[in-house]
Nanobody, 128 residues
Framework: QVQLVESGGGLVQPGGSLRLSCAAS????????IGWFRQAPGKEREGVSY????????YYADSVKGRFTISRDNARNTVYLQMNSLKPEDTAVYYC?????????????????????WGQGTQVTVSS
């Protein structure tokens, strides 16, 4: 059974950091691209970051460039999202996702339509 489980969310003050984890079970992440998405109340789901399975290519939304870093540890079957300099507007439920075919179309790493397997999400709240 294919499963993705996010963890690491929580409440943090503006300017703080969190590291989210996306652990896979039922399949090996070695062969899958992973995307991180977020959804704030009343807003559409937004692509945040992507990492390929092949050459480590990464993409970031403009809103998080320079603050978030995506990485993968295939030995642990886990992908991470390091989030620094957090802002109140980063508050959302964060999801990781994988495409059934392993890869996504060129340049589509931040498009939710490319992904088939989704985790249950982890809440990130940035507030003083």
């Amino acid at each position: 059974q294919v499963q993705l489980v996010e963890s690491g969310g929580g409440l943090v003050q503006p300017g703080g950091s969190l590291r989210l984890s996306c652990a896979a079970s039922g399949f090996s992440l070695d062969y899958y691209a992973i995307g991180w998405f977020r959804q704030a109340p009343g807003k559409e789901r937004e692509g945040v970051s992507y990492i390929s399975s092949t050459d480590g290519t990464t993409y970031y939304a403009d809103s998080v460039k320079g603050r978030f870093t995506i990485s993968r540890d295939n030995a642990r079957n886990t992908v991470y999202l390091q989030m620094n300099s957090l802002k109140p507007e980063d508050t959302a439920v964060y999801y990781c996702a994988a495409p059934r075919k392993g890869g996504v179309q060129l340049g589509k790493g931040l498009s939710a339509r490319e992904y088939d397997y989704w985790g249950q999400g982890t809440q990130v709240t940035v507030s003083s």
